[in-house]
Each structure stands twice: as structure tokens, then as C-alpha cells.
């Protein structure tokens, strides 16, 4: 019943074309991050992929990508574009939270979901993230670190972040990215490994 309610927020927004938090394009500091490293290329999961450009980002460099997203009008926008452009990337409707994954994946790449769910739910967030990944495998996040109460967005900083992930992830890399510009100082960049025990 939550679960159903959720689903019709997003969907209404989609619906509606109330997407302020879409930008029509990727992330800028995903993109950097894809075009200034040398990654061995994978499998990537992208929970609240939205339209899925980032996951499109992902696609085109070679990964293989299953964006997912509890909004069904979303993932058809996504499934219709990425099919018109070729690029293979592969689009699910489902409860990122809930749900099991079809495979362990080698990235969970995080852009604007965290910040979507309900605070009271960032334990399942985790929880998920460490369902989604293959032991060793790598988390991407590009957190908005807002102070909001009242969202979505629901803000977080960096201390909270580290505080919750740490136990079951390896920091490898933290950076201020490029952003858009009315994100511009606003993202943190995290590159977590996931603990081979956990
Ligand atoms: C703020 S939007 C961000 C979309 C996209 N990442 C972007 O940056 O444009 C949050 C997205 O998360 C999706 N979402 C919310 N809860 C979810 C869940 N439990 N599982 C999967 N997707 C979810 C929403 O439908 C929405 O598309």
C-alpha cells in the first residue's frame, strides 16, 4: 500500500511533466568521471534513473546498464530513447528498496535517488546498495549535500554519508564535481568500494 503510494507520486510527476530535478542531460560530474578514467568497463545499475541519461552516459562507454526507476512513465521515456540511439541500455520498472536484483552488479552508480527516498528509509537504501553490488564491486554517488528537512530533495552532508556507508564500503576517492549550475558547490562526489565480507 506505501509501496503503491510511492509509486503514484513519482508517476504523477512524470505524467504531469513536473520534473524540475531532470536537466536533460547527465550528470556533469559523471561525465567527467567517465571521460577522464580509464574503467574497466561492466555492469552498472542505476536506481532512480528517471529519463536515464546518466545511464545512457554509461551505455555509451561501453558498460552494460540496467536503469531502474519506480515510475513506469519514466521508464518508458527512457526505454523509448535509449532503443531510438542504440546504445543498449536497458531500462526496469521496480522498487530499487524492495526488490531483487536480476544480477550483482559491478557499479551502483547514485545520482538524485538518495536524496528522493524518505530519510526513514536510507538503512534500506544501504541494505539495497549492498543487494544491487558484487562483493568488491564499485559505488558511484554524486550526493546533493543540502540542509533540507523538507523535501524531496531530502538533504544529507558528507559526515552523514560517511557515518552510514562506512561499515560496509571502502572509501577510495571523494571530489567536488562539476555540476549543473544551480547545483554548482552543492554535490560531493564519493567512490566507495564494497567491503569483499559484506
Ligand atoms: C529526483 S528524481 C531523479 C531522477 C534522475 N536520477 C535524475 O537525476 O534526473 C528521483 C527518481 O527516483 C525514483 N524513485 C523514487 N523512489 C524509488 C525507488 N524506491 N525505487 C526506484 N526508483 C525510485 C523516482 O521515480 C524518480 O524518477
Not at 521508464?75 to 540511439?85: C, I, L, N
Not at 551502483?108 to 526513514?120: G, L
Not at 564491486?137 to 530533495?153: K, M, Q, R, S, W
Request: proline content about 6%; overall charge negative; hydrophobic content about 40%.
Amino acid at each position: 500500500m506505501q509501496a503503491m503510494s510511492v509509486v503514484n507520486v513519482w508517476q504523477d510527476h512524470y505524467l504531469a511533466k513536473t520534473t524540475p530535478w531532470d536537466k536533460g542531460e547527465a550528470s556533469p560530474g559523471l561525465i567527467d568521471f567517465l571521460g577522464s578514467r580509464r574503467v574497466e568497463t561492466g555492469s552498472v545499475c542505476v536506481p532512480g534513473c528517471g529519463f536515464g541519461h546518466d545511464a545512457r552516459a554509461w551505455a555509451e562507454k561501453g558498460f552494460r546498464v540496467l536503469g531502474v526507476d519506480i515510475a513506469p512513465a519514466a521508464v518508458e521515456w527512457a526505454s523509448t530513447r535509449a532503443r531510438s540511439e542504440g546504445n543498449g541500455a536497458e531500462f526496469v520498472c521496480g522498487d530499487f528498496l524492495e526488490d531483487e536484483p536480476p544480477i550483482q552488479f559491478d557499479w551502483v552508480f547514485e545520482h538524485t535517488c538518495f536524496c528522493a527516498i524518505q530519510p526513514a528509509q536510507r538503512t534500506d537504501y544501504i541494505r539495497a546498495v549492498l543487494r544491487w553490488l558484487k562483493p568488491g564491486g564499485h559505488y558511484l554517488a554524486v550526493n546533493y549535500i543540502i540542509p533540507d528537512v523538507d523535501g524531496p530533495p531530502f538533504g544529507t552532508c558528507r559526515s552523514e554519508l560517511l557515518e552510514r556507508f562506512s561499515s560496509s564500503f571502502l572509501l577510495r576517492e571523494e571530489w567536488v564535481p562539476r555540476s549543473y549550475v544551480n547545483r554548482s558547490n552543492l554535490e560531493l562526489m564519493l567512490l566507495w568500494q564494497k567491503r569483499w565480507e559484506s
